[in-house]
């Protein structure tokens, strides 16, 4: 009797093994598809924005400009924009500033703005050299480095893109 | 014996379609989980970086403000560098306002600062920056050293 239970057994255990390789047939099938969604869906690794250096900010720098034509005082990168904006403060007063604070340290500076002129919103970059400031022509290697403000004045609003240190 | 058999069929085909049923599910829902986690990403650290520049941008305002009142008014009384200090805000403001300067003008305007002691002392400054449904404010006390 007990040996006829046993055979009984066995057999149920012979006959669910098809059954059995079929289950793990089908769990490989689900870590297959698994993976591969995973794999699809991992989040492309990005660099996250510096806190640290947000004290080397390029916008916090005071420069010594006219405002309006002026006696000149020291002011914020970031509020000498805004006036640039609104052709208080010229360019080219701006732009002289940043090539000074190029130096073997901080030895780049790109600046982007969206309302700029073609896709990259590029507007100016330079580098440090021995013989001088040096234009920057492959300014997309520095992407991940961009620090984004916005800028918003009256009826003003653009969103500008920055960077000081090392190239 | 037949129909018993039969029964039993049905159970065990049953923990098949479920198991099936369960794994299409599951694979479902890792399928349609959405992909923004990237942006959301990029968002925070936006967020987190506007949140310290605006910190950062009052306190640069506020020590731009003070060595300009120290140079225009050299041999002043507290009482007399507390209204340059204004003063000089107030053109500052109504020049470029920062709008995420938070609370700051609107202490300098209404005087609530002291400057005692070579110290100017402004209390409960705050400073917020939002993107969408997140917000971050940060609450923070300034005390400057006056420049000589």
Do not use: W
Request: overall charge neutral.
């Amino acid at each position: 009797m007990i040996s006829k239970n046993r055979k009984g057994q066995l057999g149920k255990i012979i006959v669910s093994l098809p059954i059995l390789i079929l289950l793990v047939i089908i769990m490989g099938a689900f870590v297959f598809l698994s993976i591969t969604f995973s794999g699809l869906k991992a989040p492309a690794e990005q660099s996250a924005v510096s806190l640290a250096d947000a004290k080397e900010n390029l916008l916090l720098k005071t420069p010594v400009l006219s405002v309006s034509e002026k006696e000149p005082e020291e002011i914020l990168v970031y509020d000498a924009i805004t006036l640039m904006y609104e052709e208080k403060i010229k360019e080219t007063e701006i732009t002289s500033f940043f090539q000074s604070l190029l130096n073997e340290e901080n030895n780049c500076y790109l600046f982007f703005d969206s309302n700029a002129i073609g896709t990259s919103n590029f507007v100016f970059g330079y580098k440090y050299t021995i013989t001088g400031p040096e234009e920057i022509l492959n300014y997309n290697i520095y992407e991940e480095k961009l620090l984004t403000n916005t800028i918003k004045s009256g009826e003003i609003q653009r969103e500008i893109k920055h960077y000081l240190g090392p190239c | 014996m037949l129909i018993k058999r039969k029964k039993g069929q049905i159970a065990f085909l049953m923990i098949f379609v479920v198991a099936i049923s369960l794994s299409g599910s599951a694979l479902l829902m890792m399928a349609s989980f959405s992909e923004d986690l990237n942006f959301r990403s990029e968002e925070i650290s936006q967020l987190s970086y506007q949140a310290k520049f605006n910190y950062l941008y009052v306190q640069a305002q506020s020590k731009l403000i003070l060595s300009q009142t120290a140079k225009k008014c050299p041999s002043c009384s507290n009482e007399q560098l507390k209204q340059k200090f204004i003063e000089i805000s107030n053109e500052k403001e109504s020049l470029f306002r920062y709008e995420s300067s938070g609370n700051f003008y609107g202490k300098t305007r209404n005087g609530n600062f002291t400057i005692q002691n070579n110290e100017l002392k402004m209390e409960n400054l705050f400073v917020e920056s939002a993107a969408g449904e997140n917000k971050i404010k940060k609450t923070f006390n300034l005390i400057l050293k006056i420049p000589q």
